[in-house]
């Protein structure tokens, strides 16, 4: 089956003029936010913001996103209305997004200001870079990153709350963390079956926080 295929009985949307028949073009308000720069707003919002989603692709189209979070202030450095960065902090090493980077410069992010429903966009191309002089003053605890994304900006926009609203993401009221098995459970099932559930709950418990900086 290819990706214009479907075999669940729904049809399959293949031209922009079928697309557009089924949702009509953007008013002008939406189809002209975007801009090429940083306004002073966006300044503020960056500095606001603790979590970016990233999104990367491969030479080949094969895409990944992934979360960065860090305290506000220190996720994300504006270095010109053009330009902002962003330090890399300890993970699990797969580098997905910036092995993409390296064949694929282009990137989308969304910038998240916990209990706000709007969100930042910036599209635009990435790099990576080390020794930069700005990654001294990007230290959360013990930790300088050695490694930052620069990202060029090309387009910048403002994006409404629709979809927060509509998830009820912010309201506690919906909140069910235990509808799904805590995060021990799923990797001790998923990635760590060699392991006793035990001893990756030990992995995972009060001291695990104390780990996220190296």
Same mark, same amino acid.
């Given at each position: 089956?290819?990706?214009?295929? *479907?075999?669940?009985?729904?049809?399959?949307?293949?031209?922009?003029?079928?697309?557009?028949?089924?949702?009509?073009?953007?008013?002008?308000?939406?189809?002209? #936010?975007?801009?090429?720069?940083?306004?002073?707003?966006?300044?503020?919002?960056?500095?606001?913001?603790?979590?970016? +989603?990233? =999104?990367? @692709?491969?030479?080949?189209? &094969?895409?990944?996103? @992934?979360? #960065?979070?860090?305290? =506000?202030?220190?996720?994300?450095?504006?270095?010109?209305?053009?330009?902002?960065?962003?330090?890399?902090?300890?993970?699990?090493?797969?580098?997905?997004?910036?092995?993409?980077?390296?064949? &694929?410069?282009?990137?989308? +992010?969304?910038?998240?200001?916990?209990?706000?429903?709007?969100?930042?966009? /910036?599209?635009?191309?990435?790099? +990576?870079?080390?020794?930069?002089?700005?990654?001294?003053?990007?230290? /959360?605890?013990?930790? /300088?990153?050695?490694?930052?994304?620069?990202?060029?900006?090309?387009?910048?926009?403002?994006?409404?709350?629709?979809?927060?609203?509509?998830?009820?993401?912010?309201?506690?009221?919906?909140?069910?963390?235990? *509808? /799904?098995?805590?995060?021990?459970? +799923?990797?001790?099932?998923?990635?760590?079956?060699?392991?006793?559930?035990?001893?990756?709950?030990?992995?995972?418990?009060?001291?695990?926080?104390?780990?996220?900086?190296?």
């Amino acid at each position: 089956m290819t990706h214009e295929q *479907s075999t669940f009985g729904g049809t399959p949307v293949t031209t922009v003029e079928e697309l557009r028949e089924i949702i009509p073009p953007p008013l002008d308000t939406a189809a002209n #936010k975007v801009r090429p720069a940083l306004h002073e707003l966006d300044r503020q919002w960056l500095a606001a913001s603790p979590l970016c +989603l990233v =999104a990367t @692709s491969d030479a080949e189209g &094969n895409l990944d996103v @992934s979360p #960065k979070g860090d305290p =506000a202030g220190s996720l994300v450095r504006v270095l010109d209305d053009r330009t902002i960065a962003i330090p890399e902090r300890p993970g699990n090493r797969r580098t997905d997004g910036f092995l993409n980077v390296l064949a &694929n410069p282009h990137v989308g +992010l969304i910038f998240v200001i916990p209990g706000r429903g709007d969100t930042l966009r /910036v599209n635009g191309r990435a790099r +990576l870079v080390r020794d930069a002089p700005y990654l001294a003053d990007l230290q /959360v605890r013990r930790n /300088v990153p050695v490694l930052a994304l620069e990202v060029d900006v090309e387009e910048v926009f403002h994006h409404c709350s629709k979809a927060f609203l509509r998830s009820r993401a912010w309201d506690p009221e919906t909140w069910d963390a235990e *509808s /799904v098995p805590r995060r021990a459970v +799923l990797a001790h099932t998923l990635e760590r079956p060699e392991q006793t559930l035990a001893e990756v709950e030990a992995h995972y418990g009060p001291g695990y926080a104390e780990t996220i900086y190296g």
